[in-house]
Structure formats: structure tokens, C-alpha cells
């Protein structure tokens, strides 16, 4: 993901778009190229997640955290969970070990 202004960005997965969160992992940042990434396991494929994006916002002079979803990702949930389908082009997709 690029967010290169991010504090922090966490990637939450969920094994169905209604289920509980099945874990959080923190991302690791590249400072070079603003992208995080994060190492998974390939049973994550298949499921739902959200980054959770840590950002200051001057217009609140404050650090917020935002539940974002992928703009790389080939499709939705109907709650806006994104589904882990990853696009074959993209580079932003966290990268599986």
C-alpha cells in the first residue's frame, strides 16, 4: 500500500465479509517508495481485509486511524470489505512468504 505521510498502516483480516477480525498485522514501511508491506501466510488467500491507516490531519491537528479498503482490489464486499483477489498487475499487494 502507498501511504507515504502514514504513521502506521496495520492490515486487519477477516475470514468472511461478516466475521470478526481474524488478526492484525502490523505493515513494515519503505521509506525510499512510501509503500508498507507486510509478509502472510497463503491461507490468507481468499479472505477479506482492511488496512488500518494511521495519518496526521492538519484540518484536525490531530493523528487519526482510518479503516481503508484496497484501490487495487478486483472487487468489493457489500460492506466495503475487500476480498483478497489480488489484481496480477499489482504491486502493492502484501507480499505472501
Known sequence: MW???AKSVTLRRYPTSSAPEAGSHPMAFEPVTGA???SG???WDRQY???DVEVYVPSL???VHSLVTDPYSAS???DTRTP???PASSSTWPTRT
Open 76 to 78: 468489493l464486499s457489500t
Open 3 to 5: 501511504a507515504p505521510t
Open 36 to 38: 508498507w508491506s507486510v
Open 61 to 63: 491537528d490531530k493523528v
Open 84 to 86: 483478497a483477489t489480488r
Open 41 to 43: 501466510e497463503p491461507s
Open 49 to 51: 481485509y482492511l488496512f
